[in-house]
């Protein structure tokens, strides 16, 4: 069965950095793209990044782009997203998925995705 397990969040004052962790078992991981939502208090989720399965391709969400790092380490199953300038828009449960692809596809759209961890708590206060 295919697990994943976010980490790393937290409360941190605007500006402020933050890096999180999604440990992944169940699956060949390095075999399959993985990325990572968020959702907002009273908002739909929404997608902020992907990455390919073998690192070399990546692709954000324009409202993150230059401030958010997502990359993985396939040696410990685990995907990461690095967050810095953080805003307080960016307050979210932060997700992370994997899809059953090498490639990254629509990396938007949710049902590019088959597997969702329970996600972790991102607060920013200005």
């Known amino acids: 069965q295919v697990q994943l397990v976010e980490s790393g969040g937290g409360l941190v004052q605007a500006g402020g950095s933050l890096r999180l962790s999604c440990a992944a078992s169940?699956?060949?991981?390095?075999?399959?793209?993985m990325g990572w939502f968020r959702q907002a208090p009273g908002k739909e989720r929404e997608f902020v990044a992907a990455?390919?399965?073998?690192?070399?391709?990546?692709y954000y969400a324009d409202s993150v782009k230059g401030r958010f790092t997502i990359s993985r380490g396939n040696a410990k199953n685990t995907v990461y997203l690095e967050m810095k300038s953080l805003k307080p828009e960016d307050t979210a449960v932060y997700y992370c998925?994997?899809?059953?692809?090498?490639?990254?596809?629509?990396?938007?759209?949710?049902?590019?995705?088959?597997?969702w961890g329970q996600g972790t708590q991102v607060t920013v206060s200005s």
């Open positions: 998925a994997t899809a059953p692809r090498v490639r990254v596809g629509p990396a938007e759209a949710e049902g590019f995705y088959d597997y």
């Open positions: 169940g699956r060949t991981f390095s075999s399959y793209a």
């Open positions: 990455i390919s399965a073998n690192g070399g391709y990546t």
